[in-house]
T-cell receptor, first 113, second 113 residues
Framework: EAGVAQSPRYKIIEKRQSVAFWCNPI?????LYWYQQILGQGPKLLIQ????????DSQLPKDRFSAERLKGVDSTLKIQPAKLEDSAVYLC???????????FGPGTRLLVL | DQQVKQNSPSLSVQEGRISILNCDYT??????FLWYKKYPAEGPTFLIS?????DKNEDGRFTVFLNKSAKHLSLHIVPSQPGDSAVYFC????????????FGAGTTVTVRA
């Protein structure tokens, strides 16, 4: 069974630029999560999807971050415009359901200069 | 507001000996706890979990102990092996929002041959 796929693996941009990350969850997993992990901290949930609907985006900075999950499969997370403090690893995870084990992708490491 | 704390950023242990990782939490509503393991350039992988109705859960070489009165849990790895060298994250959630995991900052374990 293929794991959670994410791309790109690394991204370097300048502040005020835009960036997008892509995630392909494990086949059959209805629930998808985006986390932000700042250096030296644990992952922090940004947004959770159940199929193509948003369940929880309470910790998503909506003035600059947006996410979508078209057709309930792949998802993209966008930052526009980026700030220096957005430098982090962005992890995507998926699970069969909301109370099931979450499986994480390798993450995208973002550096904002 | 860090509700889950791992106060030891690193731990070094000799192969064959016991590794003990500690985790403290402040939110008394947490009733489900997990440990995740992370290798470099990979996403976290689920290791073991415990519900608040138990005080111990065992899976092979890994045992998690929960002390609800002290709001403390620990992960024991016996015996430690070189492949156990990784970052270990403690996470907690409330049953009603099982998906919403609060992570600690992680403990880096190095197993010496």
């Amino acid at each position: 069974e293929a794991g959670v796929a994410q791309s790109p693996r690394y991204k370097i941009i300048e502040k005020r630029q835009s960036v997008a990350f892509w995630c392909n969850p494990i086949s059959g997993h209805a629930t998808l999560y985006w986390y932000q992990q700042i250096l030296g901290q644990g992952p922090k949930l940004l947004i959770q999807f159940q199929n193509n609907g948003v369940v929880d985006d309470s910790q998503l900075p909506k003035d600059r971050f947006s996410a979508e999950r078209l057709k309930g499969v792949d998802s993209t997370l966008k930052i526009q415009p980026a700030k220096l403090e957005d430098s982090a690893v962005y992890l995507c995870a998926s699970s069969r359901g909301q109370v099931e084990t979450q499986y994480f992708g390798p993450g995208t490491r973002l550096l904002v200069l | 507001d860090q509700q889950v704390k791992q106060n030891s950023p690193s731990l070094s242990v000799q192969e064959g000996r016991i590794s003990i990782l500690n985790c403290d939490y402040t939110n008394s509503m947490f009733d489900y706890f997990l440990w995740y393991k992370k290798y470099p350039a990979e996403g976290p992988t689920f290791l073991i979990s415990i519900s608040s109705i138990k005080d111990k859960n065992e899976d092979g070489r890994f045992t998690v102990f929960l002390n609800k009165s002290a709001k403390h849990l620990s992960l024991h790895i016996v015996p430690s092996q070189p492949g156990d060298s990784a970052v270990y994250f403690c996470a907690a959630s409330v049953s009603l929002n099982r998906y919403k995991l609060s992570f600690g900052a992680g403990t880096t374990v190095t197993v010496r041959a």
